[in-house]
């Protein structure tokens, strides 16, 4: 089992920048694949950005150039550093975790996000 500890979210002006954090703790030795996803009021759940273990990244193409995933694999956390943040980016901010060898996908809570003047 894993659990998935998320903080950071808030309420930022356009163009201001926050720092999403998660942690992992249980079975963290074994995550492959720790990334965000966000939600937004009547839209579905869609990938933000992902990090493998050895560093490998994806974005959306809405986020590239703005948004930077980084990982500490030492700590078990994942950090969404967000910068020029646009109304748009409003949502609830999702971590996730994916360990292959369980076959297991964890989520965390979620913290929101809102951009709003």
């Known amino acids: 089992q894993v659990q998935l500890v998320e903080s950071g979210g808030g309420l930022v002006q356009p163009g201001g920048s926050l720092r999403l954090s998660c942690a992992a703790s249980g079975s963290a030795f074994s995550i492959n694949l720790m990334g965000w996803y966000r939600q937004a009021p009547g839209k579905q759940r869609e990938l933000v950005a992902r990090s493998t273990s050895s560093g490998t990244t994806i974005y959306a193409d809405s986020v590239k150039g703005r948004f930077t995933i980084s990982r500490d694999n030492a700590k078990n956390t994942v950090y969404l550093q967000m910068n020029s943040l646009k109304p748009d980016d409003t949502a609830v901010y999702y971590c996730?975790?994916?360990?292959?060898?369980?076959?297991?996908?964890?989520w965390g809570q979620g913290t929101q996000v809102t951009v709003s003047s």
């Open positions: 996730n975790a994916v360990v292959y060898v369980q076959g297991a996908e964890y």
